[in-house]
């Protein structure tokens, strides 16, 4: 049984930046992949970024290509996303989402393991 919680959303301005965290709890393996989707309100959830257990060749969503950074810290079982020049379309509920898998999957329907989420709102 693996334990996803995330921390870091809030309400900040169109412009700014908010660093998201998700750290894993229990038996994980040694291939685990992460990720982060987001629902916003009346929406379907959508894929955001994933990255793979080495770190290496991580992959977005083109929404947010160039103001968003998934990282990793396999020490800490952590995932971090970082969220530069924020847009209102940006507000949602951040879940992170992992597996056991050597492919960065890009589909909800891939993630056995999911985090409660993380509200964040960007005002105009």
């Known amino acids: 049984q693996v334990q996803l919680v995330e921390s870091g959303g809030g309400l900040v301005q169109a412009g700014g930046s908010l660093r998201l965290s998700c750290t894993a709890s229990g038996r994980t393996g040694c291939i685990y992949v992460m990720g982060w989707f987001r629902q916003a309100p009346g929406k379907e959830r959508e894929f955001v970024a994933a990255i793979g257990w080495s770190g290496y060749i991580p992959s977005y969503v083109d929404s947010v290509k160039g103001r968003f950074t998934i990282s990793r810290d396999n020490a800490k079982s952590t995932v971090y996303l970082q969220m530069n020049s924020l847009k209102p379309e940006d507000t949602a509920v951040y879940y992170c989402?992992?597996?056991?898998?050597?492919?960065?999957?890009?589909?909800?329907?891939?993630?056995?393991?999911w985090g409660q989420g993380t509200q964040v709102i960007v005002s105009s």
């Open positions: 989402a992992g597996v056991s898998s050597l492919v960065v999957h890009i589909t909800s329907s891939q993630y056995h393991d």
